[in-house]
């Protein structure tokens, strides 16, 4: 998480209340960055847990038509051919779902722009998905139980490229002296004070999505929630 980072005076802060003052207290860090395009969702849900927060930048011009899909058929989206014909079958094939649902499924693609009906129930893709974001930072915030945040931060791996725990800095120290659990797990380690000053104690290395059908559900989410 590339945010400034300060020094901190454990001694002179007191601890947050609840969970959600802490990720409300960052929250309001990250947004007084001014970044262009950097977001902060919280309670992101795309079927791994719910992560109190993810971080990332998107491109505007992918984020409108993205949205218009359900983020269950964005995956089959991106697997259809490109350029080539390909029928109400192909995605029955692909998703493994009805015909029913399919065809709603091919309805959204071609109301969005993707593909087009050549005829007699022919389609094409004529344009391919991009994701909204390249890089996907989920963050599991806790005031003080590390392992259960740590746990809890391995499952957003599966859509994420970074994943962190966030701790109330009043009680990092168990963590600390655990320090290679996070090491060895590559999740990041940082924590926030009341008096709003945020320290990173492991940086993890930027990583591959774990899944491509959780990273393209996760990106539709993200449109969705930046249109609306």
Known sequence: MNIAISKCNINRTDPFESELELVKGFEELVLSSGSRNLKLELEFDCGFGIADAVLFKYRDIEVYNLSQINPSWAYTLKSL????????????EISGASIQAAKMALKQFVDAGYCVEKKDNIFVKVKQPKPVSNKIVAIEAKLKNWKRALWQ?????TFSHESWVLLDRKNVKPALENIDVFKKFNIGLATFSTDTCYEVFFKPKTDIHKSEIAY????TILAQRIIN
């Not at 931060?153 to 791996?157: I, L, V």
């Not at 393209?216 to 990106?219: D, E, S, V």
């Open 153 to 157: 931060a391995s499952r957003y791996k």
């Open 81 to 92: 051919p490109y350029r080539k014909n390909f029928s109400l079958e192909d995605i029955v």
């Open 216 to 219: 393209w559900k996760a990106n």
